[in-house]
T-cell receptor, first 118, second 111 residues
Framework: DGGITQSPKYLFRKEGQNVTLSCEQN?????MYWYRQDPGQGLRLIYY???????QKGDIAEGYSVSREKKESFPLTVTSAQKNPTAFYLC?????????????????FGNGTRLTVT | RKEVEQDPGPFNVPEGATVAFNCTYS??????FFWYRQDCRKEPKLLMS???SGNEDGRFTAQLNRASQYISLLIRDSKLSDSATYLC????????????FGRGTSLIVHP
């Protein structure tokens, strides 16, 4: 079955360490996204990518980095520069991305990674 | 003004009740609209797309009002299992496809 896989489900790190969250999809989707959700809050966009080897900053990109070397993979690195990294991180994909004149594609989400930094 | 606004609730209703949520959006050029459901500590899941003519899926009805720039979700005969947060998502408009999420409306269905 096609889908999006995020790993790990839970992640614990010490302050000052970089950590990379994995996101893999086998839906053949062009666009991929990373969101952050804090308790009682909505989803905030960190980074998105329309195509391999290209990505753009979202609303809260500071302290994060991404890569898109393969269509299937869009890992997110939470760096030590991120002031409040503890959160629920969600990866999503869709069939069409920005600028491709197709607005009707809903997002498909992975199960999320819950990151705790102490 | 926020791009996509929802009443956070919670809406507390008895089983069997009918409940409706609205979601307003600021970008008049927005192209597509969705409702997602998110259970506690889980990922959002697509509930239904919202079409211009309105659409229904079982107990759920979604409507779009472009003139007033809002979408609505109506749930009939509420079940305990409908308790969740309902997220409104708006795509497109002004050269941007980026999906924009509302903060969600919390629904609690009690016996």
């Amino acid at each position: 079955d096609g889908g999006i896989t995020q790993s790990p489900k839970y992640l614990f790190r010490k302050e000052g360490q970089n950590v990379t969250l994995s996101c893999e999809q086998n839906l053949n989707h062009d666009a991929m996204y990373w969101y952050r959700q804090d308790p009682g809050q909505g989803l905030r966009l960190i980074y998105y990518s329309q195509i391999v080897n290209d990505f753009q900053k979202g609303d809260i990109a500071e302290g994060y980095s991404v890569s898109r070397e393969k269509k299937e993979s869009f890992p997110l690195t939470v760096t030590s520069a991120q002031k409040n990294p503890t959160a629920f991180y969600l990866c999503a994909s869709s069939t069409r991305g920005p600028g491709q004149n197709s607005y009707n594609s809903p997002l498909h989400f992975g199960n999320g990674t819950r990151l705790t930094v102490t | 003004r926020k791009e996509v606004e929802q009443d956070p609730g919670p809406f507390n209703v008895p089983e069997g009740a009918t409940v409706a949520f609205n979601c307003t959006y600021s970008n008049s050029a927005s192209q597509s609209f969705f409702w997602y459901r998110q259970d506690c500590r889980k990922e959002p899941k697509l509930l239904m797309s919202v079409y211009s003519s309105g659409n229904e899926d079982g107990r759920f009805t979604a409507q779009l009002n472009r003139a007033s720039q809002y979408i609505s979700l109506l749930i009939r005969d509420s079940k305990l299992s409908d308790s969740a947060t309902y997220l409104c998502v708006v795509n497109g408009g002004g050269g941007s496809y980026i999906p924009t999420f509302g903060r969600g409306t919390s629904l609690i269905v009690h016996p």
